[in-house]
Each structure stands twice: as structure tokens, then as C-alpha cells.
């Protein structure tokens, strides 16, 4: 079997057992080449193992995962074909960037300019000369992933890339990854936070306790907000019991006093609540965010959803209680 150079890497029916505990449960996803893939749990959710069985550092219990159509550890030169930063990257106490990074160019067998090049690229050419234990752990991360981008990898597998970035230094990553995404290469992100990865991102997998949540495009996930109205009146019970005969709802009460509807606009409501006679002082869209949808995900309120499906609640509907 030969790589298709393609970059696309391709998690089939993996698992991963440690002792009693089952770390990782039948995931299956496909990582495309020209996307950022953010790949999120909570932390213990099993991310980083995942992680390491598709760079071929912990064996699978069962299933394979594929980078360019071959097993990590028959890809002929590895770090030309993946950059990877994981936690707890080291970094040798006397040794300047630079050095630091010459060395693992020679490891790989690529010039040492290569060095400069990717300082350059991650923005630390002039902290060149410095060494890592003086950096913070932002600069840190950035050297981390100069280290990844030696071999001009195809593939760039990155576990946790915000942590210790300031909000320049996430703008930065983000724009970054975007862009080697647009030259056709294989961004795969993983994060604990949404939020953290949400413009950035194209396609996500959410895990929670090794099992997959949600697999498929990041605008399908926006496409499950839950939306509804807020309505501010004047009689409240009366304008509940007028849309109950219209035959809107479900209705409820929030703590402001105010009567949240979904599945109806606010032209539908005001029709109704004119047509009644009552007094309504205001109404407001209210969406819930997709970082709300991604703790419902990994709170377990979802079961698992098929490759390129979308969640499916336990129930089969979103229900009328937020």
C-alpha cells in the first residue's frame, strides 16, 4: 500500500482500553484536506489519546486511523507528512531556539535555514538567540509549532494550540491555520472550549467520555440553535393563553417575567396578541449559542451521530425547557 499524498486522515472504529477503563469508544471521522477540523471534548474526554493513536505513539485496542491512506508508522517520512504539537512539549534548558530547532531539522534531515524560516513563519525571529525556559508558555507554544512546520508538513495535528496565547497571539493562530488550510492542507485542532476554536474551524467532532457526539460541517451545529422569542406583556397569562389557542408553543415563564415561544416569529406573536387586544412592551429573538449546544453534546444529553450526521437527542426533538 503506497500514500495517496492526500493529507486526509481517516479515523475508523477506534478505541482504546486501559486496564478497566474504556479511554476512547468506536470513533469514526474523516479529517478533509483544505479545512480546519476542531476536534473537542471536555478534558479527560479522551482527545489526546485519540491523538496519539493516529501519530502512532499509543496502539488502538481496535480499530485503524489513516493519514494519507497509511498507518502513521508507514508513511516513509513521517514529519515531511505531519507537524504535530502535543501537551508538555520539551524544550532543552541551554539551547536557543534557533539551536533548538537545528537540531530537530537535522533529525528530519532538512537544511538548517529551515530553522530561520519557521521563526519567521510563527513570528519569533527576533527571540531567536533566546532560550525556551526564558519564554512564556505563548512563546512557547509558538516554538512548538515551529518545530511542527519543519518538514513542511502536509498535515498539522495540534492538541490544545490556544493555551497561554494572549488575544493577539489567538487572532494570530487563527489566521494562521486558516490560511495553510486555503493551500490545501490538513488542519486537525483539538480544544476543550468551542468558543475557544469556533472562527477558526469548518468541521467538528465533539467527544465526551471517549464516544462521539457530533461529527459533520461546524454551519450544520449553527443550523441546530434552538430559537425562540421573548415576550414582554402586559398581561401575561392572558397573552400565554391566546398563543396556546393559536397554537404556538411551547411556551414558558423566565425568572424576568417575560414569556419565552418558540417556533414563531415575532410578527406571528404580534399578530395574535393584536388580534387579542393585549398590550406587549417588547420582543426579543433569543438563540442559543453554540457553545450552549456543545456542553448539551458533551453533558450526554445527545446520543452518537453517525459520520457526517448531525446529534440526535435521546428523544428525537429539542423539547420546549432551554
Known amino acids: 500500500m503506497r500514500s495517496d499524498g492526500s493529507g486526509r486522515i481517516v479515523v ?6 486501559f486496564g478497566r477503563v474504556a479511554a476512547v469508544q468506536d470513533l469514526s471521522f474523516v479529517v478533509e484536506p483544505g479545512s480546519v477540523t476542531g476536534f473537542l471534548g471536555p478534558n479527560g474526554a479522551g482527545k489526546t489519546t485519540t491523538l496519539r493513536m493516529i501519530l502512532g505513539l499509543v496502539t488502538p485496542t481496535s480499530g485503524v ?11 516513509g517520512s513521517p514529519a515531511r507528512v505531519v507537524g504535530a504539537v502535543l501537551e508538555n512539549e520539551g524544550f532543552h534548558p541551554k539551547r536557543t531556539a534557533r539551536n533548538h530547532l537545528r537540531v530537530y531539522a537535522a533529525a528530519i534531515g532538512v537544511p538548517d535555514q529551515r530553522a530561520d524560516h519557521v521563526l519567521g513563519l510563527v513570528g519569533l525571529s527576533e527571540a531567536a538567540n533566546r532560550k525556551p525556559g526564558e519564554f512564556s508558555l505563548g512563546m512557547r507554544q509558538r516554538l512548538a509549532l515551529a518545530t511542527a512546520l519543519l518538514g513542511d508538513p502536509r498535515v498539522l495535528v495540534l492538541d490544545e494550540p490556544a493555551n497561554g496565547l494572549d488575544p493577539e497571539g489567538i487572532l494570530w493562530l487563527r489566521n494562521f491555520l486558516r490560511a495553510y488550510a ?15 476554536v469556533e472562527q477558526t474551524i469548518d468541521q467538528v467532532v465533539i467527544i465526551s467520555q471517549g464516544v462521539t457526539r457530533y461529527f459533520g460541517a461546524l454551519e450544520q451545529l449553527r443550523a441546530n440553535q434552538r430559537s425562540r422569542v421573548l415576550v414582554e406583556a402586559g398581561d401575561p397569562p392572558a397573552v400565554v393563553k391566546a398563543l396556546q389557542v393559536a397554537g404556538f408553543g411551547p411556551l414558558e415563564m423566565i425568572p ?12 406571528q406573536i404580534g399578530d395574535v396578541v393584536a388580534k387579542a387586544g393585549l398590550a406587549v412592551y ?8 453554540l457553545e450552549e449546544l456543545f456542553f448539551q453534546l458533551t453533558n450526554g444529553q445527545f446520543a452518537a451521530a453517525p459520520p457526517g450526521g448531525f446529534p440526535v437527542a435521546q428523544d428525537q426533538a429539542w423539547g420546549g425547557q432551554r
Open 65 to 75: 486511523s489513516t493519514i494519507s491512506g497509511l498507518p502513521y508508522d508507514r508513511l
Open 182 to 196: 486555503r493551500e490545501g492542507r490538513t488542519v486537525l485542532v483539538s480544544s476543550h472550549l468551542l468558543s475557544e
Open 12 to 17: 475508523q472504529g477506534l478505541s482504546k482500553v
Open 256 to 267: 424576568d417575567g417575560r414569556i419565552a415561544v418558540a417556533g414563531a416569529t415575532r410578527r
Open 282 to 289: 417588547g420582543m426579543d429573538d433569543d438563540r442559543a449559542d
